[in-house]
């Protein structure tokens, strides 16, 4: 089992341009969540998916746009890059939301430069 | 204020003794609460994770959690240069709306053992 992986690794972009980030999972898990990480301050929830055919916003959600476009993927895209994303991603899925003390498994992330 | 604040790092200690790392959390209702941690360049992995007051102890590692203080800690015995990383506190919101089920991590703190 591959877990959770998340394409392209790396990326850089020019303010205005867009991009997509792919993340899929192959653990039959139900829930993927969408993360940034910057300096200092710990991960921070983009978008997240509880079941497929739902999404919703995290803390951060302006500027982003998702979709789940099956149960094993989640795809996180910028329509207008702007400096202010520069960030590492994070994708994550966990076996279901809510009260139970589930783990989340998170990929590789992608490190994304906007000049 | 922050939903979940971690002692501000780095937090240096010698090889073979106790590193401790503490997490205060705001949302009284929470009821799991994980630590993760993150090697520098890579994706945060579980170590823990804790639902009930007291201790909770695997191997090495050993959560701690005080509901009526609000805080929940993770102490590492006999600490090894290999644990240097960043450590992750995660706390999952059993509040109403659209804050339920969903994580919310602290800024981390940076932890390293010197030989």
């Known amino acids: 089992n591959a877990g959770v992986t998340q394409t392209p690794k790396f990326q850089v972009l020019k303010t205005g341009q867009s991009m997509t980030l792919q993340c899929a999972q192959d653990m039959n898990h139900n829930s993927m969540y969408w993360y940034r990480q910057d300096p200092g301050m710990g991960l921070r929830l983009i978008y997240y998916?509880?079941?497929?055919?739902?999404?919703d916003k995290g803390e951060v959600p302006n500027g982003y746009n998702v979709s789940r476009l099956n149960k094993r993927e989640f795809s996180l895209r910028l329509e207008s890059a702007a400096p202010s994303q520069t960030s590492v991603y994070f994708c994550?899925?966990?076996?279901?939301?809510?009260?139970?003390?589930?783990?989340?498994?998170f990929g590789p992330g992608t490190r994304l430069t906007v000049l | 204020q922050k939903e979940v604040e971690q002692n501000s790092g780095p937090l240096s200690v010698p090889e073979g003794a106790i590193a401790s790392l503490n997490c205060t959390y705001s949302d009284r209702g929470s009821q799991s609460f994980f630590w993760y941690r993150q090697y520098s360049g890579k994706s945060p992995e579980l170590i823990m994770f804790?639902?009930?007051?007291g201790d909770k102890e695997d191997g090495r590692f050993t959560a701690q959690l005080n509901k009526a203080s609000q805080y929940v800690s993770l102490l590492i015995r006999d600490s090894q240069p290999s644990d240097s990383a960043t450590y992750l506190c995660a706390v999952k919101s059993e509040g109403g709306g659209t804050s339920y089920g969903k994580l919310t991590f602290g800024q981390g703190t940076i932890l390293t053992v010197h030989p």
């Open positions: 998916s509880a079941s497929e055919g739902t999404t």
């Open positions: 994550a899925s966990e076996r279901a939301s809510g009260k139970l003390a589930n783990e989340q498994f």
């Open positions: 804790i639902y009930s007051n």
